[in-house]
């Protein structure tokens, strides 16, 4: 298989992986795609830890990091010293009907509180100021593909990563997002259809990648609800020169997914899951249940902004994910797990997109007449 991104990264199938777990990383950039740590749930030191992890045992083969750095949240008009500050003046501005309903929310459900020790990281990667720290740290290692999760990656950012070498990519939900997107001299455009998990927009896969690849000039990736290589072969035949996955991702053997979430993600039908905004403020694609109905409700005070809500629910998530109360555990799906009925190594899962591939191709072949 080759093109343009094969080429780009010297890897052998057009793959890409986007994962929380470095254990999944590696194991498909070994395979021969390209496994990429997404960085928001880490601070600076814990991301140091984990790319020399991958550093480690990737045998030399090219990974990359995924940040968030959205060109609007609320504060990004805030003069602050520090992000420690950032955080205080943003805890001001949520409201206390809000964390009342939160509170009232998880009582009802029977969800214990955390010790005093014991409280989750509030902010995150969400903003510019929290995300560059991460960007320094991965920059400082040997990654070949930087990654923005949610809209263009500031233009300083696009020109650190390519004196160091490194590709950058960033997501797009509507060909005008891949426009911005290139203009500020991104690499790759990640076209993301409506069925992706984590942050999406409302246009499907198979309608948004032609619109796309037909608005750009550089390597587009199919992704949004991808996970066969049957899908990789209509990705490819509309025009994209590789695919981008992750919700694949969460049960492998080697994901940190904990046993009561895999087996929720294997029972689950592609018709589980709803674009939120009760994860971060913005629309996201999340397992349905309890939660999300919470939220939608006649009693929900309506969600904040990225990033407040996070920040709002940020030890509640935590507090649900130590407790009995899986009615209300949440967290970013795509359709694709409807399809996702086996727990499989990272790499067997990469050869098979890879065999269903070739065996798609193969059969379009017979119908035209090249077979």
Not at 208 to 217: G, R
Request: glycine share 10%.
């Amino acid at each position: 298989m080759r093109t343009r991104v094969t080429d780009m990264f010297g890897i052998e199938f057009p793959i890409f992986a986007f994962s929380h777990c470095r254990d999944v990383v590696a194991a498909v950039s070994r395979a021969g795609g390209m496994g990429v740590l997404g960085a928001l749930y880490f601070t600076p030191e814990e991301l140091e830890i984990e790319l020399k992890w991958i550093d480690d045992h990737v045998d030399g083969r090219p990974y990359g990091v995924d940040v968030v750095m959205p060109a609007s949240y609320a504060g990004s008009d805030l003069d602050v010293d520090s992000p420690a500050d950032l955080v205080a003046r943003l805890q001001g501005m949520i409201p206390q009907g809000h964390r009342a309903f939160v509170e009232d929310l998880l009582a009802r459900h029977g969800v214990p509180p955390l010790d005093g020790s014991d409280s989750g990281k509030v902010l995150l990667g969400w903003t510019d100021a929290t995300a560059r720290p991460q960007v320094e740290v991965a920059l400082r290692h040997p990654i070949a593909l930087l990654a923005n999760a949610l809209g263009p990656p500031p233009a300083d950012v696009v020109e650190q990563a390519h004196a160091k070498g490194v590709k950058v990519a960033a997501l797009a939900s509507t060909p005008r997002h891949a426009v911005k997107q290139v203009e500020v001299g991104v690499d790759v455009v990640v076209a993301q259809g409506t069925e992706a998990g984590g942050h999406t927009g409302e246009i499907s896969t198979m309608v948004l990648i032609p619109q796309v690849v037909d608005a750009v000039d550089v390597p587009v990736l199919a992704a949004g609800g991808i996970g066969s290589g049957r899908q990789m072969a209509a990705g490819m035949a509309l025009g994209a020169e590789g695919v981008w996955t992750g919700s694949i991702w969460l049960a492998v053997e080697e994901a940190d997914t904990s046993e009561t979430v895999r087996r929720r993600i294997i029972a689950a039908t592609s018709r589980d899951t709803v674009r939120s905004r009760s994860w971060t403020g913005k629309p996201a694609r999340l397992l349905k249940n309890e939660w999300t109905d919470a939220w939608e409700s006649a009693e929900s005070p309506g969600t904040l902004p990225m990033p407040l809500q996070f920040m709002l629910i940020s030890d509640a998530l935590r507090r649900i994910g130590r407790s009995d109360a899986t009615e209300l555990a949440t967290f970013p799906a795509g359709q694709i797990i409807g399809a996702m009925n086996q727990v499989k190594p990272a790499k067997q899962v990469v050869f098979e997109m890879v065999e269903e591939y070739v065996e798609a191709m193969e059969r379009l072949g017979s119908i035209t007449g090249d077979g």
